[in-house]
């Protein structure tokens, strides 16, 4: 069965530096989010991207944070310079069709630990 | 924006019973509301969507029902087993947002 895969599973880093996130979407799916889960608590929409560009996003998601569909397997979330409060699962999830339309496949998410 | 609340007491029950969690809404009214499993340390996976015009959706044992004058949704599992033992999370689009809101979930345990 297609599944949307992550990398890397969990990452470690120290405040201010960068990371980048890897989400490979469902081959056929049209719309990827990013969502992040600190621990313990909700799971929290970031940012979409359709049609190569960002189609909404949530106040979280500042200037710090930037998403990109480099090729046409791979979506990128990147954090310019992490802060403590970064720390998180970072899921990644896409749609076939519009919102409305069906399900949001997520994947096992990468977990960051800013340290 | 819309706010979600969902039970966040733990849910414990025997195995074979009819386990119901509760969703409620403030504000706006979704055109459709979604539930989502959650296991420790994974994404959640999609269980069931009802719409706005459906009073009620089953899939094998689950049972959603969507009440737009309570702005509530319930979801049921009968004949629980062991194996349904997760968080469950509910899902809607907040206003003036087509991407989904989750709300914080209810872990439920079934016990053998």
């Known amino acids: 069965e297609p599944e949307v895969t992550q990398t890397p599973s969990h990452q470690v880093t120290q405040m201010g530096q960068e990371v980048i996130l890897r989400c490979v979407p469902i081959s056929n799916h049209l719309y990827f989010y990013w969502y992040r889960q600190i621990l313990g608590q909700k799971v929290e929409f970031l940012v979409s991207?359709?049609?190569?560009?960002?189609?909404?996003k949530s106040e979280i998601f500042d200037d710090q944070f930037s998403v990109e569909r480099p090729d046409g397997s791979n979506f990128t979330l990147k954090i310019r310079s992490t802060k403590l409060e970064d720390s998180a699962m970072y899921f990644c999830?896409?749609?076939?069709?519009?919102?409305?339309?069906?399900?949001?496949?997520f994947g096992e998410g990468s977990r960051l630990t800013v340290l | 924006s819309q706010k979600i609340e969902q039970n966040s007491e733990a849910l414990n029950i025997q195995e074979g019973k009819t386990a119901t969690l509760t969703c409620n809404y403030t504000n706006y009214s979704p055109a459709y509301l979604q539930w989502y499993r959650q296991d420790p340390g994974r994404g959640p996976v999609f269980l069931l969507l009802?719409?706005?015009?459906?009073k009620e959706k089953r899939k094998e044992r689950l049972k959603v029902t969507f009440d737009t004058t309570l702005k509530q949704s319930l979801f049921h599992i009968t004949a629980s087993q062991p194996a349904d033992s997760a968080t469950y999370l509910c899902a809607l689009p907040d206003m003036g947002r087509r991407a989904l809101t989750f709300g914080s979930g209810t872990r439920l345990q079934v016990q053998p």
């Open positions: 991207f359709y049609n190569n560009e960002i189609s909404e």
């Open positions: 999830a896409s749609r076939m069709g519009a919102p409305g339309t069906g399900e949001l496949f």
């Open positions: 009802i719409r706005e015009n459906e």
